[in-house]
């Protein structure tokens, strides 16, 4: 199940927690169990392409980092090589970069050793840097499929309400945020999840890093033309049929690209791989029931999730599988405004292309559609809160004001 926050949450919240979760993008969190055992990945057998290249590649196009700028780069020791160019490409063009590393360990310790009358501490360290950084560049670092599938739900949750004043400040800053993985960093465990072979998933998924972003630019502005209007009704074969209102703020894309223009409309984000136009939904709008097919959380498998929604809240949800005992669990844990429907986000990457007998969706893949909760700032909504929920459907069928945009997955452009 999906919550996401702006790229630099997961690090914000990593400075909070002296050992957060690394990312902020936790599709399938990972299987129950009480150790650190961490899936080791080589980034260059796993991802054939030229990481110089593509340092450069996010440097200077994706992030536009120019001289004078001050740059934090994150992510863990399995992509040293991929970060060590990333800072020296921001060095070349005359910025200033802050490496921060992290790793499971770490981060687990963290919660095992730290103790937690220290959850809640003030973050100082995050609020010092989000008045002084102008961009930040991470990479997702986590490796293990169970990191902490055993530490409270409230625990995780009072760390990641720490970390909301770090979210307002960089917000407030326009602070550029580019994050590399979007849920898809190509790991065993992650391939097996989608159904395919570990090298294929890592070519996929670099491949798809390295698309063209001027085309995919130019698909999401049709994206966002076919998404201007007032009522959005999504419905699926599935039982799936829902209808909200949308905010009149232009979609927000991840098309690879922060642009002069995106970060004048707020929009200050973007995750590799790119290929996404999401929409803010009205407040107060929203009913109908949206039914997520298959999901991990903890690694153990969900289905058949229905989220019934109410005016714009979720009211109620159920669901099968072994996982989703403890999804629910740890969603009720959550506080003040993770009921709220916040956003929906349409897959614009039509290179992103899966087995086709997984039911698995993910943010990108053209014509995919995602429906969440709670915060919607990385798509420049002001719902700043720590928590929501949220997936993936493919094959719907949406229509804007009554004209299908997407028609049984497929965008109608």
């Known amino acids: 199940m999906i919550w996401r926050s702006a790229a630099f949450f997961g690090f914000a919240t990593l400075l909070v927690a002296c050992g957060g979760p690394a990312t902020s993008n936790n599709t399938s969190t990972p299987s129950n169990t009480n150790t650190t055992t961490t899936t080791k990945t080589d980034a260059s057998k796993s991802g054939p392409t030229d990481l110089k290249a593509l340092a450069a590649r996010v440097v200077d196009q994706s992030a536009g980092v120019k001289e004078g700028d001050v740059v934090l780069v994150s992510g863990g020791t399995r992509d040293m090589e991929l970060l ?7 060095e070349k063009v005359g910025g200033q970069a802050l490496l921060s590393i992290d790793s499971d360990s770490m981060t687990k310790r963290g919660y095992t050793e730290v103790p937690e009358k220290f959850d809640s501490q003030p973050p100082k360290l995050g609020m010092a840097l989000a008045k002084t950084v102008n961009v930040v560049i991470g990479v997702d670092s986590n490796e293990a499929e169970a990191l902490l599938a055993d530490i409270p739900p409230a625990r995780i949750q009072a760390r990641s309400k720490a970390g909301l004043p770090v979210n307002e400040e960089f917000i407030k800053n326009k602070v550029r945020q580019v994050s590399i993985g979007n849920d898809l960093y190509p790991t065993d465990w992650k391939a097996k999840r989608f159904e395919m072979a570990t090298d294929a998933f890592a070519k996929l998924f670099w491949d798809s890093v390295n698309v063209d972003y001027s085309a995919l630019q130019a698909t999401g502005e049709k994206a966002r033309t076919a998404l201007t209007g ?54 107060n709008s929203g009913t109908g029931k949206f039914v997520i097919e298959k999901d991990y959380f903890q690694g153990k498998e969900i289905h058949n999730v229905v989220m019934n929604f109410e005016n714009g809240k979720l009211t109620s949800m159920t669901g099968e599988g072994d996982g989703f005992a403890a999804f629910k669990a740890d969603y009720d844990a959550q506080g003040e405004g993770k009921d709220i429907l916040s956003y929906i ?12 007998s997984s039911k ?53 452009l």
């Open 84 to 90: 060590e160019n990333i800072v020296v490409e921001v």
């Open 230 to 283: 007032k009522e959005m009704e999504i419905t699926h074969p599935n039982g799936t049929s829902i209808k909200l209102n949308l905010q009149s703020k232009p979609a927000y894309l991840s098309d690879g690209v922060i642009s002069a223009d995106d970060v004048a409309k707020g929009n200050t984000s973007v995750f590799l791989p790119a290929g996404e136009a999401a929409v803010l939904t009205a407040p």
């Open 345 to 356: 986000d349409l897959g614009i990457n039509s290179s992103f292309t899966l087995a086709p």
């Open 360 to 412: 698995l969706g993910n943010w990108v893949s053209a014509g995919m559609v995602s429906l969440g909760t709670g915060n919607n700032t990385w798509a420049g909504g002001t719902n700043n809160v720590a928590g929501g929920t949220g997936g993936h459907l493919a094959g719907c069928t949406v229509k804007i004001d009554g004209k299908a945009i997407v028609e049984n997955g497929a965008w109608k």
